[in-house]
């Protein structure tokens, strides 16, 4: 199952950002990923990592399960209890948890409270320093080298006639 937000039902410019925001775009929401991606998995234990209000963490909790990013297992059947964990969907959110701290490293923290490290095998443990590269051709991206190509979805969605014309980008 997952979420799926209508893009036509958004305010401003439809787009797969907007969408996302309005799922874990909520400070708690990002906050559990991060918790259960760091084994926490109990109620109890993600409420105390993340500081979130106990119903607005129940209620976080539910629409993540909901759309598919959280699931529920049973760990406990007396009483009936259940832990959280990340479903494929949860865990391709960590990528976007490391760059939020990558940048609060970089930009709002005075000194980094953690470090990422990477330790693989053969080579030395070292700080992650996450870059964006190209899947495709294994270059480097950066925002200069970025061109925003409108789909036929999104061409749709801005009212535009679904063959491109230059003056459309």
């Not at 832990?83 to 939020?100: C, K």
Request: glycine content about 8%; charged content about 25%.
């Amino acid at each position: 199952m997952h979420a799926h937000y209508p893009l036509a039902d958004l305010p401003g410019r439809p787009c797969s950002i907007a969408a996302s925001l309005e799922l874990v775009g909520e400070r708690w929401a990002l906050l559990v990923i991060r918790e259960i991606s760091l084994g926490n998995h109990r109620f109890s234990e993600i409420a105390r990592g993340t500081g979130a209000p106990r119903d607005r963490l129940s209620a976080r909790l539910t629409a993540l399960v909901s759309a598919g990013v959280v699931e529920k297992r049973p760990y406990s059947d007396a009483p009936p209890r259940s832990g959280y964990h990340l479903t494929e969907s949860g865990r391709d959110l960590l990528p976007v948890l490391q760059a939020l701290l990558q940048w609060g490293d970089r930009w709002v923290a005075d000194a980094p409270p953690v470090e990422l490290h990477h330790s693989p095998g053969p080579h030395a443990d070292h700080v992650v320093d996450a870059a964006w590269i190209c899947r495709t051709c294994g270059e480097p991206v950066n925002a200069s080298r970025v061109q925003r190509v409108l789909t036929p979805a999104g061409r749709a969605l801005s009212g535009l006639p679904l063959e491109e014309d230059d003056d459309d980008r």
